[in-house]
């Protein structure tokens, strides 16, 4: 059904995305070493934590509309505003967060830091 699989959907994708903010942002937030401050984690990671908690929320609707079509047709709908402007946001900035993270990774400070 298909709410099944928009669950199960959801709930992969958080935890991609809860493996990036666990393995990457939190690690470099605690790393004062790790030269990435708040600008740079910004400019690296975008919006990805505030997607990360609007699709933790989404998954959890997800669950109350069980395998109700429609229930999850209105959800994904009633969002739609939300998920554009995050992802407007995340899309655009996409290509300088890939050049900022080759200059770090070419930076020879920022190499173990990244691994």
Do not use: W
Not at 50 to 58: E, P, T
């Amino acid at each position: 059904s298909s709410g099944i699989n928009a669950e199960y959907g959801e709930k992969t994708y958080v935890k991609a995305l809860t493996d990036v903010i666990d393995g990457y942002i939190k690690r470099l937030r605690k790393d004062p070493s790790s030269g990435f401050d708040e600008i740079t984690m910004k400019q690296v990671f975008v919006n990805i934590e505030q997607i990360c908690m609007f699709h933790s929320s989404l998954y959890q609707q997800l669950l109350n509309c069980s395998s109700d079509h429609k229930l999850v047709a209105n959800l994904f709908i009633h969002n739609i505003d939300k998920l554009a402007t995050m992802y407007i946001e995340f899309c655009s900035a996409f290509p300088f967060s890939l050049e900022k993270l080759e200059y770090l990774h070419s930076n020879d400070p920022f190499k173990s830091t990244l691994r």
